[in-house]
């Protein structure tokens, strides 16, 4: 054999011995589970696998979406340079191209229409340094009010109850840990086993303790499952619900009086008001019998330490805001706050729900939870920024209201950072109608998402291989993400674009960052002194302890694990308990003669929000690869649906077709269907525009439908 020959063969080999590791987290859910990608060239060919990496949250493990999400990301659909419509067709156009055509449209925009024609709408699957950055972005290149973010349709709810009620919105106020060793647990809407699959374990362990855990869902799902008792709640019915079990709590005189005395306002008026409610109409307004409400309040009363989470199902209404603080009341009632294994969670959706709701891209808010209505909060933050206090904009709108405005033609361009509103967004005829009328919108995505398609501009980023930075796990955990696999074709940062604009519209000299760890040492420093202290926190330290739960006031500070132990976080230290109406001010669709089924909406354990990714990615969208609706086999007969076949579900808004799934788990006065398609499968077509007064949260939750069989043709 000539040395040629050898050296050829040896090459080979080595070429398919080459692997390489990528360290980073999932870019899903709040769990934010480590992992690694692994990179094997084997000849010419590259295979891939996903291993968990061990963590203090979770522990090492992985759900499915986590082991397939590489898929997405080395997807070939992955837009990897800037496109511009020209005549209706994406084309490619160069980074210099795409930033000069901003530069042109943004500024003649805001010439014409004003600042405030300009809007920014953001997302809390972002790093903090990019969720910082946008906020900054809006206010100070821009110089806009209108900013806000897809955590809107999210968090809002369950961050307004908390600020509320304890001075502070952390979304769990207690370390993951603890969960194991509390005696009663209640989860009130919550699917955990199919959206943060990875905690579950924590529960199966404190269940293997001797947990008591209540589940109030109008669904069985796969959480309910583990519960020792199931309240089977009507939609939008759990303000009523949590009425009745602090009746019972009350009645049964299960109120811990010291806690209360010392650490509480706000009692005897929650007392009067649940004393003269009637528990029989709580029952009827819930759909939840006496026995069961009765039964679950006097455990969770009489039990020695107790928790309750909640997400979205109590959240997404209305009064989601009022709801959450009516569960905030029964803690604070048997005294179940600031002690071990006592507190709430409130359990975060997106990878980056917590960290992303914190630093400044939210409507009425500055950094580190400053508020930008507070002059000593402008001050500080303007500070930092090097800005005067009077040239920062006051607050704008939520998400959906920015829609409207984009509607009625006072916003007429916009920048959307990761986010496919026309799916995502409740009422979505007018997002859809709202968008077509833009002057400019850029969309800066990983794909051509359904919002995208609608886009001037289309900017390219870099997924979660690629873009290292910090996320904010569901504890309150501050997590370094490692991501150091270089960016494919010309795919930049987020933050990147983001101070590439900047410097385009002559504001380069706010924005001269250089890496994301540049941006969280700005960061530190615009939180410290807030709520959400993140100024003791280093990226050194964040690789030396495995992560860091805020508030964190210096370098030496470990960090907080239990929050509200001394005091809350009010000036006065003391948590605020109010009476909560068992019904909605903003009345909610309930079923009647012409729309007779309640219509709520979710997810899968599969797909991911409004499916862009997870459809994306073949060993997913395999498991479910069209959109759904659940129903109770008597509710089919009735309306006469077969199971598994194509069904129309229609409200006052608009109507989707999609395939029936009979199942005796569900109420039988409710239909499910998850929102993770888009098209003629968009369940928010269906969804009214109707917010919660408090919070601006939408009610994805509870509506009215009807249905009926869609009768396919039969050609001859
Ligand atoms: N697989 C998967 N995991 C995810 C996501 C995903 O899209 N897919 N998304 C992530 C994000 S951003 C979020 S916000 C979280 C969401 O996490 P969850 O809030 O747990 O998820 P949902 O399915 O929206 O709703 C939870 C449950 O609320 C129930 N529900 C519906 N209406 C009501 C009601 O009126 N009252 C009560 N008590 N319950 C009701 C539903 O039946 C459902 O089982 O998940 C995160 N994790
Ligand atoms: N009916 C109904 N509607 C709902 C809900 C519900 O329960 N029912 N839930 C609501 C909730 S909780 C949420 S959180 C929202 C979510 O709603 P959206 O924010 O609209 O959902 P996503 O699918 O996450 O959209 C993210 C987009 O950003 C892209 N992307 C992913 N990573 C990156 C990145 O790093 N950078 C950039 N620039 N782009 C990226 C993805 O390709 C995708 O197009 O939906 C809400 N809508
Ligand atoms: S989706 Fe959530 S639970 Fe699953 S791997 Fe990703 S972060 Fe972990
Ligand atoms: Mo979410």
């Known amino acids: 054999m000539t040395e040629l020959l050898l050296k ?25 589970c480590k992992m690694q990608l692994i990179e094997q060239s084997i000849v010419s060919r590259k295979q891939y696998k996903t291993i968990g990496k061990d963590n203090p ?9 986590g082991m397939n999400a590489h898929q997405h990301a080395l997807h070939s659909d992955r837009v990897t340079y800037p496109l511009l419509k020209v005549n209706g067709e994406f084309v490619r ?19 014409e229409d004003g600042n405030d024609a300009l809007a920014v709408y953001g997302s809390a699957s972002i790093t903090n340094e990019e969720a910082y950055l946008l906020g900054k972005f809006a206010r100070v290149a821009l110089q806009t009010k209108y900013i806000d973010y897809n955590g809107r349709l999210c968090m809002s709810a369950a ?29 009130a809407g919550t699917n955990i086993a199919e959206c943060q699959p990875t905690m579950m374990p924590y529960f199966e362990r404190a269940k293997e303790n001797g947990a008591y855990i209540i589940a109030i869902d109008p669904r069985e799902t796969a959480t309910t499952k583990m519960a020792d008792l199931h309240l089977k709640v009507k939609p939008g019915a759990d303000a009523a619900l949590a009425n009745g079990l602090l009746k019972v709590i009350i009645e049964e005189g299960l109120v811990d009086e010291a806690f209360v005395r010392e650490r509480v306002k706000g009692f005897d008026e929650v007392a009067e008001h649940v004393a003269a409610l009637d528990m029989d109409e709580i029952a009827e307004l819930t759909g939840v019998p006496v026995e069961q409400i009765r039964k679950a309040g006097g455990i969770f009363g009489r039990e020695e330490t107790g928790m309750i989470f909640t997400a979205r199902g109590v959240e997404q209404q209305t009064d989601g805001s009022a709801a959450v603080r009516n569960f905030l ?59 005067r206090a009077e040239d920062l904009p006051r607050k704008g709108v939520s998400a959906y209201e920015m829609m409207e405005k984009v509607h009625s033609g006072e916003i007429t361009g916009m920048l959307l950072m990761c986010s496919n509103p026309i799916v995502s967004n409740p009422n979505a005829h007018l997002v859809q109608e709202a968008l077509q009328k833009l002057k400019f919108f850029v969309a800066v995505d990983l794909f051509i998402s359904e919002t ?74 615009a939180s410290r002194g807030g709520l959400a202290d993140y100024s003791g926190i280093t990226y050194d330290r964040l690789r030396k302890e495995n992560g860091i739960l805020w508030p964190c006031p210096d370098p030496e500070h470990p960090g907080t694990k239990r929050l509200f132990e001394e005091s809350f976080a009010h000036p006065d230290g003391k948590a605020v308990m109010v009476a909560v109406s068992n019904n909605s001010v903003v009345p909610k669709e309930k079923p009647d003669g012409e729309f007779p089924l309640y219509l709520t909406t979710g997810r899968v354990m599969s797909h991911y929000l409004t499916g862009v990714q997870t459809r994306k990615s073949s060993s997913l969208a395999a498991r479910n690869f069209e959109s759904f609706m659940e129903i109770h086999p008597a509710t089919a007969m009735k309306y006469n649906i077969q199971d598994q076949s194509l069904v129309k579900v229609e409200s006052r808004r608009g109507s989707i077709v ?28 269906l969804i009214p525009k109707d917010l919660d007064p408090t919070c601006r949260m939408p009610g994805f939750k509870a509506s009215a439908v009807k249905i009926s069989p869609v009768v396919e043709a039969i050609s001859h």
């Open 658 to 685: 999609v395939r029936s799934q009979w199942s005796d788990k569900i109420r039988q006065d409710t239909v499910f269907v998850p929102f993770h398609w888009a098209d003629s499968q968009n369940v928010n077509f």
């Open 329 to 387: 009341n029964i803690l604070l009632a048997t005294g179940k706050m600031g002690k071990p294994y006592c507190g709430y969670g409130a359990v975060t959706g997106q990878s980056n729900g917590q960290g992303a709701r914190e630093h400044g891209q939210k409507a009425d808010q500055l950094p580190g939870y400053r508020l930008i209505e507070n002059e000593e909060h402008r001050a500080y933050i303007a500070d930092v920024w090097g800005v």
């Open 159 to 187: 961050a307004s109850a908390a600020s509320q009620t304890f001075g502070m919105d952390r979304g769990f106020t207690n370390s993951m840990s603890e969960i194991s060793n509390v005696r009663c647990i209640i989860l």
């Open 93 to 111: 156009i160069s980074w210099e191209q795409a930033l000069e055509k901003i530069r042109e449209n943004f500024t003649s925009i805001q010439a």
């Open 57 to 65: 949250t979770s522990e090492g493990r992985l759900c499915i979406k």
């Open 452 to 525: 995208a398609r609608l886009a001037d501009l289309i900017l390219p980023a870099s997924s979660y291989l690629e873009d290292e930075g910090t996320m904010t796990n569901v504890e309150g955990r501050v997590t370094l993400r490692e991501a150091s696999k270089p960016c494919p074709g010309e795919t930049r940062h987020d933050w990147q674009i983001l101070c590439d604009i900047a410097k385009v519209l002559g504001k380069g000299e706010y924005f001269s960052f250089s890496s994301a760890e540049e941006i969280f040492n700005e960061l530190r420093i």
């Open 8 to 32: 050829y063969f040896r090459s080979r080999q080595q070429e398919a011995e080459t692997e390489r590791v990528y360290d980073t987290q999932c870019p899903y859910c709040s769990m934010q």
